[in-house]
């Protein structure tokens, strides 16, 4: 099985802030790789696809990179509603794998 | 407008059945593989399990594998999930989502919450 890292586990930041999320895959996994974003009591919501496809509707904020085994999720200037939790996805391989999350909190 | 719609959770004690069921509507359901990811109370996301639209290739994790069975009727436009022998480690919110290849996960229901106690 694929174990998808990411970190941190749990961040602060401030409105404006740059923040970067990463996760390692631990194995090759192409560009299978997905993030999603999810605040309490909703249903996870895509970001990003193949690595740095950035989904309709999504704001140019957020961008998506990497390829093989590394990956990261950028926020170039979080905004409040970014205050979430974030996860990563590999879709390479059965089973599919999730990062196990980022929890992105207000300093 | 994509939605899929679950039902049949409930609370149900260790070592018992339920079946969940997911209904499709606002596309062609059976274009589309249909997975199963489950979401521990406050915790992460877990993959459980995969159907390709014609129900040739199915995949489980491991920690189900032989205790659940996930199943389509596509006249019926739905997806369902047998789950046998469940544990209390089962207890999730289980959610149905659409997949395509490349994009991932696309769309999820709002999910239907199993409680697995006794």
């Known amino acids: 099985d694929i174990q998808m890292t990411q970190s941190p586990s749990a961040m602060s930041a401030s409105v404006g802030d740059r923040v970067t999320i990463t996760c390692r895959a631990s194995?090759?996994?192409?560009?299978?790789l997905a993030w999603f974003q999810q605040k309490p009591g909703e249903v996870p919501k895509r970001l990003i696809y193949?690595?740095?496809n950035l989904e309709s509707g999504v704001p140019s904020r957020f961008s998506g990179s990497g390829s093989g085994t590394e990956f990261t999720l950028t926020i170039s200037s979080l905004q409040p509603e970014d205050f979430a939790t974030y996860f990563c996805?590999?879709?390479?391989?059965?089973?599919?794998?999730f990062g196990g999350g980022t929890r992105v909190e207000i300093k | 407008e994509v939605q899929l719609v679950e039902s049949g959770g409930g609370l149900v004690q260790p070592g018992g059945s339920l079946i969940l069921s997911c209904a499709a509507s606002g596309f062609t359901f059976d274009d589309y593989a249909m997975h199963w990811v489950r979401q521990l109370p406050g915790k992460g996301l877990e993959w459980v399990s995969a159907i390709t639209w014609n129900s040739d290739t199915i995949n489980y994790a491991a920690s189900v594998k032989g205790r659940f069975t996930i199943s389509r009727d596509n006249a019926k436009n739905s997806l369902y999930l047998q789950m046998n022998s469940l544990r209390p480690d089962d207890t999730a919110l289980y959610y149905c989502?659409?997949?395509?290849?490349?994009?991932?996960?696309?769309?999820w229901g709002q999910g239907t919450l199993v409680t697995v106690s006794s």
């Open positions: 996805l590999q879709h390479d391989s059965y089973p599919l794998t």
């Open positions: 989502v659409r997949y395509v290849a490349v994009v991932s996960l696309e769309y």
């Open positions: 194995q090759g996994i192409n560009y299978f």
């Open positions: 193949a690595a740095s």
